[in-house]
């Protein structure tokens, strides 16, 4: 199965260039994988480039789970991320995603200095 880059999921979310929608669409038409890489930097660039805010930025990610084509990697670690972004959007979905990576792995607790993500179970602040 093929891979798909950050920039083919913003074309296949935002359908801002028709052309490269269409050539999104026809390559992944028979299935494609999504790393949680390329979906992480696909949700910095909807919030940073595209200024999409939270609820915008989990419909987006719900799309890509659901997707009948897209297999994203750990999906279950994507779907625990994306329920805990929705209760605590201000996270950002990237701290949520990290803490859902290190609970699946059992390398908990994940250290940081960030004082909302410390007061999720499984974070600790340093």
């Known amino acids: ?3 798909i880059d950050t920039n083919v999921l913003i074309r296949l979310i935002t359908r801002d260039d028709a052309r490269q929608a269409a050539a999104a669409d026809a390559f992944v038409a028979k299935g494609a994988w999504v790393s949680v890489l390329a979906l992480t930097e696909t949700i910095w660039v909807l919030e940073a480039v595209y200024q999409r805010k939270p609820p915008e930025l989990a419909i987006a990610i719900e799309m890509l789970l659901n997707h009948k084509n897209l297999t994203l990697q750990d999906s ?11 209760s ?6 990237s701290d949520c995603l990290m803490l859902q990576l290190a609970r699946k792995a059992g ?4 250290g940081t200095f960030d004082r909302g993500l410390a007061k999720v179970e499984g974070a600790y602040r340093l």
């Open 88 to 93: 605590r959007a201000s996270l950002g979905f």
């Open 107 to 110: 390398q908990l607790p994940l």
């Open 1 to 3: 199965m093929p891979a």
């Open 76 to 86: 279950d670690v994507v779907a625990a991320a994306l329920d805990l972004f929705r």
